[in-house]
């Protein structure tokens, strides 16, 4: 049976996230799969529910820029896209960064950079916060379907496959984040 984790039993969720679990949650616009970007196994059972090759990469989401630092190869930023990037978070804006060597190739797929996110949605960044870092951000969804955008159509999508639900609702947005290039400023996604 699926479980739902409310807001005060994020505790909770974390701790499956820490065991291997792959979750569904709340972002600005709609559900996200998410899982920790260091648990290999974890993720390919996320592209396994998504039923998408992983080739295509994921982005990281965080409750904050300490979160994601680790991950960006700083020294290739110039300061003044770093102002740009910190002036959008928290917020629907997800930067493409050059990565660090921190990063696990299997979050990548075959991009070069890695897909970063500072998230202003509150159910979302309380729960990177008790899972102490980071999280995997893709859209709750079978490849090429709809995004869920309530935990009815999560559960429809997924089942008992997926390890738990945050039972929290989705932010206003209509569209999920803007994605950008952090050199070039050029948009990749509206």
Same mark, same amino acid.
């Given at each position: 049976?699926?479980?739902?984790?409310?807001?005060?039993?994020?505790?909770?969720?974390?701790?499956?996230?820490?065991?291997?679990?792959?979750?569904?949650?709340?972002?600005?616009?709609?559900?996200?799969?998410?899982?920790?970007?260091?648990? $290999? %196994?974890?993720? &390919?059972? /996320?592209?396994?529910?998504?039923?998408? *090759?992983?080739?295509?990469?994921?982005?990281? =989401?965080?409750?904050?820029?300490?979160?994601?630092?680790?991950?960006?190869?700083?020294?290739?930023?110039?300061?003044?896209?770093?102002?740009?990037?910190?002036?959008?978070?928290?917020?629907?804006?997800?930067?493409?960064?050059?990565?660090?060597?921190?990063?696990?190739?299997?979050?990548?797929?075959?991009?070069?950079?890695?897909?970063?996110?500072?998230?202003?949605?509150?159910?979302?960044?309380?729960?990177? $916060? %008790?899972?102490? &870092?980071? /999280?995997?951000?893709?859209?709750?969804? *079978?490849?090429?379907?709809?995004?869920?955008? =309530?935990?009815?159509?999560?559960?429809?999508?997924?089942?008992?496959?997926?390890?738990?639900?945050?039972?929290?609702?989705?932010?206003?947005?209509?569209?999920?984040?803007?994605?950008?290039?952090?050199?070039?400023?050029?948009?990749?996604r509206a």
């Amino acid at each position: 049976m699926l479980r739902y984790y409310t807001l005060d039993q994020l505790t909770a969720a974390a701790d499956a996230l820490h065991r291997g679990g792959v979750l569904a949650y709340p972002t600005e616009a709609v559900f996200g799969l998410g899982c920790d970007p260091h648990d $290999r %196994a974890a993720l &390919g059972r /996320l592209f396994e529910l998504k039923q998408r *090759p992983a080739t295509q990469g994921v982005l990281l =989401i965080a409750a904050e820029f300490s979160q994601l630092e680790q991950y960006i190869d700083l020294a290739n930023v110039p300061r003044v896209v770093m102002t740009e990037v910190q002036a959008s978070w928290p917020g629907p804006s997800t930067w493409v960064f050059p990565r660090s060597m921190h990063v696990p190739e299997w979050i990548v797929g075959h991009h070069t950079g890695i897909a970063l996110r500072v998230t202003a949605h509150p159910p979302a960044a309380a729960l990177c $916060r %008790a899972f102490g &870092g980071a /999280l995997v951000s893709t859209s709750a969804n *079978p490849h090429g379907a709809p995004p869920a955008r =309530i935990t009815r159509t999560v559960a429809d999508y997924f089942g008992d496959a997926l390890d738990g639900v945050v039972d929290a609702a989705t932010g206003d947005r209509q569209a999920p984040s803007t994605i950008r290039d952090a050199l070039s400023g050029a948009i990749i996604r509206a």
